[in-house]
């Protein structure tokens, strides 16, 4: 009797692509697992300390600011939509593109105008002084400036774009056939708005709030300037002024637990509400025309938001930079440009030729963990820059002053701190804090080729990477753009990270308008600011574009 061979099944090494789809995945997932893991092991657990004093106090006034902000921007970003969905009025067209500009001016941009312009010696009581014949404070009333309300109301002007931007498209895409049954069962304006429009628009709409209120709890410029103690405040104040980093990463991780908290709660409010249309013939509803006074009072409703959030700030800085024109002169203000374009142009090409790989990576590879990792890469987005300042800083560290010690054990030179004392820990920050914009635009955008093309060069004998070169990047260049200049101005803007990871002496434009203006210097933070704001505009233009 023969005996049978039994053929050895060789193990099939994953391609290159499924590796580095993974490396880069750990790399951006990494710091969340970081804070978590100082949290929980400190060298000096100050859980007591913080439970006892000061954690409260900070939980229960961000919790307020991230309501506040939510309700304020849910109301102005819906109606908003409403109007310029549903109605005909003088200056819809325009309105319609000009209510997404607050997004180009940083809210920290917006505090300091605004404290500018009511102030004491500001234009507005300087005014009322005047006009009443007032001598000092005592013999009128005005409202705190420097205030948790005024944080609310200034972070609810900058990022009520989120939804309405959202709550537009979702109103756009309605049926005219659903308004039209309730028009004729009797229903009025009111009646079908609430209960018609705003039930579909739902899940648009949380997602909107659930955006503004991750913002709001990122936000530190804006915060700190009003002196408000929210828990970012609270990571800078116990790491810097404390020295205690474990102290901070705890702080830190209930700001995850928070980010988390608001991004389950979306998903469940998507999941339980859920709406489809049956109808064949799908009829976009049409925009009824306003006359008379209800045209105008839509208008003024409509520009109210864009006033304050864009025309006011933009105006005041504006204002400033044109009466100190010699600052645009300094030599320090064209530095700060310089380390932002490199840094923020480094960021946007690394971030999104990550992404690329990452998304193609997944697409070719037949394993499972790359697909289980890539939706989780998008978590950095979520996260605060003073949570993955925590995250980055503290790991590299602790890396870089090993490597310097043993390359001075050896060779007896010392290379000094080639990880932290350099922008490299600012450059990964912003990799990893928009690494889900550049992820999105490379996922849509390959999603668009078809599957046949990359096939038909696959079988003409061209390698995965020749594929990539020649098939996917022509049809995806235009995406690949947009994202680059996405990820380009978001670091721009980004404050906090940039405050926790800079160099000592590095100055980008976001950090050297915060200084000047924490300083009371906004006449010198001004140049600076209109720097911001024209890199914010262009992404505006962008987006608008994009969403016509």
């Known amino acids: 009797m023969a005996l049978t061979e039994t053929p050895i099944r060789r193990m099939r090494l994953p391609s290159r692509w499924s590796v580095g789809a993974v490396l880069i995945a750990v790399i951006v997932v990494a710091p969340i697992v970081a804070v978590l893991g100082i949290a929980l092991f400190p060298r000096e657990n100050i859980w007591p300390h913080l439970l006892s004093t000061t954690l409260p106090r900070y939980l229960w006034t961000t919790a307020r600011l991230m309501f506040g902000v939510g309700l304020i921007a849910a109301m102005v970003g819906t109606g908003a939509a409403w109007m310029v969905a549903r109605y005909d009025f003088p200056g819809r067209r325009w309105l319609e593109w000009l209510l997404l500009l607050p997004l180009a001016i940083p809210a920290y941009v917006g505090a300091y105008a605004l404290v500018d312009f009511l102030e004491y010696a500001g234009p507005v009581q300087t005014g009322l002084r005047n006009l009443f014949g007032w001598q000092t404070s005592r013999d009128y009333w005005f409202p705190e400036i420097r205030s948790l309300g005024a944080a609310i109301l200034v972070l609810s002007a900058a990022l009520y774009p989120y939804v309405y931007l959202l709550a537009r498209a979702a109103f756009r895409e309605q049926s005219a056939s659903s308004e039209e049954v309730a028009r004729s069962l009797g229903a009025g304006a009111f009646g079908r708005f609430w209960r018609i429009g705003l039930p579909l628009a739902r899940p648009a709409i949380a997602a909107g709030v659930a955006i503004v209120m991750m913002e709001s709890i990122n936000d530190f410029g804006t915060v700190d300037y009003f002196a408000v103690q929210t828990l970012t405040t609270g990571i800078f104040s116990v790491w810097l002024e404390s020295n205690n980093a474990g102290g901070a990463a705890q702080i830190a991780s209930v700001v995850l637990l928070l980010v988390v908290l608001l991004v389950v709660l979306e998903k469940v409010s998507r999941r339980r509400m859920r709406f489809f249309n049956l109808s064949t013939r799908h009829r976009p509803a049409m925009r009824k025309p306003l006359t008379g006074a209800p045209a105008w009072i ?6 109210f938001p864009l006033a304050v959030g864009f025309v006011l700030p933009a ?8 009466d100190n024109a010699e600052f645009w002169t300094d030599s320090a203000l064209w530095r700060a440009g310089l380390n932002t374009a490199v840094v923020g142009g480094s960021a946007a090409v690394i971030t999104v030729l990550a992404a690329i790989f990452l998304v ?11 697909r289980l990792l890539m939706p989780v890469t998008t978590i950095g987005y979520a996260a605060p820059g003073a949570v993955l300042g925590v995250g980055i800083l503290i790991p590299l560290a602790a890396i870089d002053n090993t490597m310097a010690d043993a390359i001075w054990g050896a060779t007896g030179w010392d290379p000094g701190l080639v990880l932290t004392g350099t922008a490299f820990a600012l450059i990964l920050a912003y990799c990893v804090r928009f690494f ?4 999105g635009a490379a996922d849509a955008a390959m999603g668009r080729v078809s599957p046949n093309l990359p096939l038909a060069a696959r079988s003409l004998g061209r390698s995965e990477g020749q594929v990539l070169t020649a098939v996917y990047y022509p ?3 235009a995406s690949v753009a947009s994202a680059l200049l996405l990820v380009f101005v978001d670091c721009v803007k980004e404050l906090p990270a940039t405050l926790l990871l800079r160099p000592f002496n590095y100055e980008t434009l976001a950090t050297r308008v915060h200084e000047k203006a924490s300083l009371e210097a906004l006449g010198e933070a001004a140049p600076a600011a209109i720097l911001v704001i024209l890199f914010g505009l262009a992404a505006v233009g962008l987006l608008a574009r994009a969403n016509r």
Do not use: E
């Not at 839509?298 to 520009?303: E, H, M, R």
């Not at 105006?315 to 044109?322: C, E, P, R």
């Open 298 to 303: 839509a208008t003024a409703a409509c520009a």
């Open 315 to 322: 105006g005041v800085i504006l204002s400033h930079a044109l």
């Open 436 to 439: 889900a914009i550049a992820q």
């Open 475 to 477: 049809l995806m260049r």
């Open 360 to 370: 193609y990576g997944v697409r070719l590879s037949g394993q499972k963990l790359p």
